[in-house]
């Protein structure tokens, strides 16, 4: 934040919770709503392109069992728990009213959206998420960077 002249704002809280009520409340508390509010003045974001599977490394935050569901809806990315498919479709998982994280609208919105990624593991995710229309500039190594072209192009 201090390199781009701007303010950090921390969310502490769990990506995902058990009820729609719970997310509800958690969005009203005091510590997270000011928090919650800054979503929708964005200008700059910066996010990673998870892949489905996870690739070594990889921060499973949803669960296992959750990524074996959204690979059967045909999921092969995510940005910020938004899972996506090869055509960077959206698809409607089925916790997007649990998750405390801003969303693919606020993302949008965004003047300058940033995606970062590396690994040729991830290919099939970063073509996906430059399909969906959300990223504006894309980061990643050149053997990656070969490999999106190679399915955008094929």
């Given at each position: 934040?201090?390199?781009?002249?701007?303010?950090?704002?921390?969310?502490?809280?769990?990506?995902?919770?058990?009820?729609?009520?719970?997310?509800?409340?958690?969005?009203?508390?005091?510590?997270?709503?000011?928090?919650?509010?800054?979503?929708?003045?964005?200008?700059?974001?910066?996010?990673?392109?998870?892949?489905?599977?996870?690739?070594?490394?990889?921060?499973?935050?949803?669960?296992?069992?959750?990524?074996?569901?959204?690979?059967?809806?045909?999921?092969?990315?995510?940005?910020?728990?938004?899972?996506f498919?090869?055509?960077?479709?959206?698809?409607?998982?089925?916790?997007?009213?649990?998750?405390?994280?801003?969303?693919?609208?606020?993302?949008?919105?965004?003047?300058?959206r940033?995606?970062?990624?590396?690994?040729?593991e991830?290919?099939?995710?970063?073509?996906?998420?430059?399909?969906?229309?959300?990223?504006?500039?894309?980061?990643?190594?050149?053997?990656?960077?070969?490999?999106?072209?190679?399915?955008?192009?094929?």
């Amino acid at each position: 934040a201090q390199n781009f002249g701007g303010k950090a704002h921390f969310l502490l809280a769990p990506v995902m919770v058990g009820s729609n009520t719970l997310h509800d409340l958690l969005l009203k508390d005091p510590a997270i709503q000011p928090v919650v509010e800054k979503w929708e003045e964005l200008t700059l974001v910066c996010f990673g392109i998870g892949a489905l599977p996870p690739v070594p490394g990889m921060v499973v935050y949803l669960g296992e069992e959750n990524v074996s569901a959204f690979r059967g809806m045909g999921a092969v990315g995510d940005v910020c728990a938004h899972y996506f498919d090869a055509e960077g479709d959206f698809i409607d998982t089925g916790v997007a009213e649990r998750l405390i994280g801003v969303g693919v609208r606020q993302l949008r919105r965004a003047r300058t959206r940033v995606a970062v990624a590396s690994g040729v593991e991830r290919a099939e995710a970063v073509a996906g998420a430059l399909r969906t229309g959300l990223v504006s500039t894309l980061i990643v190594d050149a053997q990656l960077a070969a490999a999106v072209l190679d399915l955008l192009e094929g």
